[in-house]
Nanobody, 124 residues
């Protein structure tokens, strides 16, 4: 079983930056494509970003392009989400996800594993 644990959330002001981290407890981290999702109050969960096993290929939701950057460190078994130019609309619980298929994030499949989330609140 893959265990995921997010951290780095908090309260920031509009225009600030924040980096989220996700630690994976798994034997072979590089076997998994990783992604980030978020869910705001009263809204459905939405896709944010994803990366393939190496971090060489990335995929972003259109609203995140140019502001958010996903990266991974296979040695540390960590995946990160650098968030820049934050605005109140980015306020949500951010979830880390893992799946053996990168196509999960570019298609209709749901990730096989989920973290429990970390809260990001952006004040105006």
């Amino acid at each position: 079983q893959v265990q995921l644990s997010e951290s780095g959330g908090g309260l920031v002001q509009a225009g600030d930056s924040l980096r989220l981290s996700c630690a994976a407890s798994v034997r072979t981290f590089s076997a998994y494509a990783m992604g980030w999702f978020r869910q705001a109050p009263g809204k459905e969960r939405e896709f944010v970003a994803a990366t393939d096993w190496s971090g060489g290929s990335t995929y972003y939701a259109n609203s995140m392009k140019g502001r958010f950057i996903i990266s991974r460190d296979n040695y540390k078994k960590m995946v990160y989400l650098q968030m820049n130019s934050l605005n109140p609309e980015d306020t949500a619980v951010y979830y880390c996800a893992a799946d053996s298929r990168y196509s999960t994030y570019t298609g209709v499949n749901e990730p096989a594993y989920w973290g429990r989330g970390t809260q990001v609140t952006v004040s105006s």
